[in-house]
T-cell receptor
């Protein structure tokens, strides 16, 4: 049981390049989300999904796109990378977005992205 | 922003001592969670406390919640060097619990 798997672990881009950060989970979780973490700050929500075919914006969605064609995968696309997108990106999943168990999230190991 | 605020930002104590971290938030919540992050790793869930609970225990962890003050505390008793990490509180503000909002974290260092 791998949990939440993120690839790549590290990436360096030039300004204007595009790329996709991959996220996959094998726990059959309905809820998946993407966060970015910057020095001295907590995690900020970029986009999230409550199930296949359903996505919504978080706190900082500009410059990022997502799609959710399957329960397992939730890729994050950077359309035209900017230095301000240099950050550590975390993908997370949750079995119960609603109800008594609360939104307990399982995190991947992260992708460290540098945009030059 | 509805982000929670954590206090202190950094805490350094001797092994064996107790560590207390605090989290304040701004609006009503369904529940509050605490997560731990070791350097260079993802976050790991520690404990969840619901809005109708006042205290919860898990091993050496004790969490309290005061909804009237909109604050929570995480106590780690008998600290160990392996407890060195950053600790984050997270709250869900949305009725559907779809979004978690994380605090900025407390960096805890346990000195041997």
């Amino acid at each position: 049981n791998a949990g939440v798997t993120q690839t790549p672990k590290f990436q360096v881009l030039k300004t204007g390049q595009s790329m996709t950060l991959q996220c996959a989970q094998d726990m059959n979780h309905e809820y998946m989300s993407w966060y970015r973490q910057d020095p001295g700050m907590g995690l900020r929500l970029i986009h999230y999904s409550v199930g296949a075919g359903i996505t919504d914006q978080g706190e900082v969605p500009n410059g990022y796109n997502v799609s959710r064609s399957t329960t397992e995968d939730f890729p994050l696309r950077l359309l035209s990378a900017a230095p301000s997108q240099t950050s550590v990106y975390f993908c997370a999943s949750s079995y119960h977005p609603y109800g008594q168990r609360g939104n307990i999230q399982y995190f991947g190991a992260g992708t460290r992205l540098s945009v030059l | 922003s509805q982000q929670g605020e954590e206090d202190p930002q950094a805490l350094s104590i001797q092994e064996g001592e107790n560590a207390t971290m605090n989290c304040s938030y701004k609006t009503s919540i369904n529940n509050l969670q605490w997560y731990r992050q070791n350097s260079g790793r993802g976050l790991v869930h520690l404990i969840l406390i619901r809005s109708n609970e006042r205290e919860k225990h898990s091993g050496r962890l004790r969490v309290t919640l005061d909804t009237s003050k909109k604050s929570s505390s995480l106590l780690i008793t008998a600290s160990r060097a392996a407890d060195t990490a950053s600790y984050f509180c997270a709250t869900d503000f949305d009725q559907g619990a779809q979004k978690l909002v994380f605090g900025q974290g407390t960096r805890l260092t346990i000195n041997p």
